[in-house]
């Protein structure tokens, strides 16, 4: 009996959302008295994977397949699904991401295990019940939900746990085969095409955004959204409206009707904070809201506040930070 832990890499390296499930699972682990084993998915390497040793992994399951460096459902529920069998995983945790929310509902109906996604803390497992607490309502709301039956799937939300690390532990990696066949792969995509990005940061997966909505008056202005990423590594994103009068492509767009972002970093600049854009950004670690409004409904969900013109505070915020470069 172990828990299982679903480990998302991409060009070598272990992505940081994976990190942080890593390290729930290890707890996860240490609270039912037994070991956590990953499975890695995506274009991994055997280092990294051990490195995963840090976050309490004690075993890295790999599969090399060439086929599996990119995204396919069924080939990734299979594989995950032949991992759990194989170490009689009574517990799966995978990240609450794109390819999380993919997987999980199919190995939750091939497992037969109960499934919770967008969890945000360790399970309670006192007095017999398996107890995990998730956002609901776009993080307005929490739900404990009690999870039933022998196999259970959690998926953890970004940013909601601290990832552990004990240096220089290392975790034995291992290779694996799911005996995965060309009909596994009937779902591939035919091509996997990059979106054109300011700056070459991807959105899904920045650690920093730097963010303009409609404060910002017109795409003539955006270098001064696009300045401040650039300073920081940051990828660009934007508020609906901005893209649906195409100030900016679609794909910048950040919300429920759009892209969801976890970064450490969200800088809000003219933007209002309405709740359809909120859900969006709500699960970034730090917030930074420049709104010349003071009454703005997006302070309230900001870390750090600044009641200013984006015209007049950019440049100085951009400044500074090259200044620190
Ligand atoms: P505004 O609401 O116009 O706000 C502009 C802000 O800029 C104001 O707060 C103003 O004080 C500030 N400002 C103006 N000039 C300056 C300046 N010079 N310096 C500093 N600040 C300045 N929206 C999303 O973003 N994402 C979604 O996914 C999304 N989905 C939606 C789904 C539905 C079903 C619906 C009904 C709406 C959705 N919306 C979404 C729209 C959302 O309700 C808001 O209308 C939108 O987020 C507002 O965009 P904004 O903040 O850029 O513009």
New binding site residues.
């Given amino acids: 009996m172990s828990v299982l832990v679903v480990v998302e890499c991409a060009d070598g390296e272990v992505k940081k959302s994976s990190l942080e499930v890593a390290s729930y699972g290890a707890q996860v682990a240490a609270q039912l008295g037994t070991t956590a084993t990953a499975i890695a998915v995506g274009e991994a390497n055997e280092a990294n994977l051990a490195k995963l040793g840090e976050q309490g992994i004690a075993k890295v399951l790999y599969d090399a397949e060439p086929r599996l460096k990119d995204f396919v459902n069924n080939a990734y529920t299979k594989l995950i699904a032949t991992a759990a069998e194989q170490e009689q995983a009574k517990v799966i945790v995978l990240a609450n991401s794109n390819i999380g929310a993919a997987v999980g509902s199919r190995l939750s109906v091939r497992l037969k295990a109960s499934l919770a996604t967008n969890v945000v803390e360790l399970p309670k497992t006192d007095g017999g019940q398996f107890v995990v607490k998730r956002g609901a309502f776009s993080g307005k709301a929490f739900s404990d939900v009690v999870l039933s039956g022998d196999r259970k799937i959690i998926a953890v939300k970004k940013n909601s746990t601290e990832a552990q690390h004990e240096a220089g532990k290392t975790a034995e990696v291992a290779s694996f085969s799911a005996q995965l066949s060309d009909a596994d792969f009937a779902d591939a995509p035919k091509q996997v095409v990059m979106q054109d990005q300011a700056g070459g940061v991807l959105l899904p997966e920045a650690e920093r955004v730097v963010s ?6 017109g795409p003539e202005n955006w270098n001064l959204i696009e300045d401040l990423a650039k300073a920081l590594g940051a990828a660009t994103a ?5 893209s649906d009068v195409d100030w900016r492509p679609h794909h910048e ?6 892209i969801t972002v976890s970064p450490n970093l969200y800088i809000a ?9 909120l ?2 950004v709500n699960s970034s670690k730090v917030i930074v809201v ?4 003071p009454e ?1 409904p ?1 302070f309230k969900a900001a870390d750090y506040g600044i009641v ?4 007049d ?1 950019l440049p100085k915020l951009t400044a500074a930070v090259k200044a620190l470069n």
């Fill in positions: 303009g909505g409609r404060g910002m008056k934007c508020s609906k409206p901005v767009h950040v919300g429920q009707t759009g600049c003219g933007i209002s904070g309405a709740i359809q854009h859900a969006g420049i709104n010349k409004d703005a997006f200013g013109d984006v015209f505070v």
